[in-house]
């Protein structure tokens, strides 16, 4: 079986979990993860520049209005001060824009919009994890650190914890099980999953 650790842009967690901390929250810090707006929120923030996501960068919406800036870049994720909240949202979710701002596919109001209806989730082994809509994903079969190992009926795959939200009795991620596979296989080099 395949393990393939893998990352998520915008495109990937089009329903995934949100979550994030009003500012001055813990010592720490921390944040949690930021996944794409929901439906009807601007598409593409990518232009044809590749983004330089550094500390200290200003992030736009598509519209050219203030959403914050980079205060950390650590793990694939870019955690945005929004002077509200502080979220950490993948460094693929960026485009680059017009005089070193960075574009990202949410404004500011909606990103604190959903920072603030989200809760992290526990995730557990043996703890079923479904997709957007509900329909079964696979299991938790192994949680180390940061990383969840998801076994579905063709693979396995690591995700970041914070890619998961409680759903009931459920975690939920923003992908289904096709989804997931054939991500995974991708990021095999195109293998077949269970090869």
Known sequence: MNKSALLFGVTLLAAAPL????????AAGT?????????GAAASASTSAKPDVA??????????GAVGKITEVAGGNATIDTGTVKAAVPVTSFGAGQNGALVLAMTKAQLESAAAQTKPAEV???ANVVGPQGNPVGKVAAVSGDLVTVET?????????????AKG??????MTQDQLEAAAAKAA????PGD
């Open 19 to 26: 979550a994030a901390q009003p500012t001055g929250g813990d």
């Open 31 to 39: 944040a949690g993860q930021v996944g794409q707006p929901a439906a």
């Open 55 to 64: 500390v200290g960068a200003t992030v736009n919406d598509t519209s050219g």
């Open 124 to 126: 557990t082994v043996g």
């Open 153 to 165: 009926p063709k693979t396995k795959v690591q995700l970041p914890k914070n890619a998961f939200a």
């Open 169 to 174: 009795s459920d975690l939920a991620i923003g």
């Open 189 to 192: 080099g195109g293998q077949t």
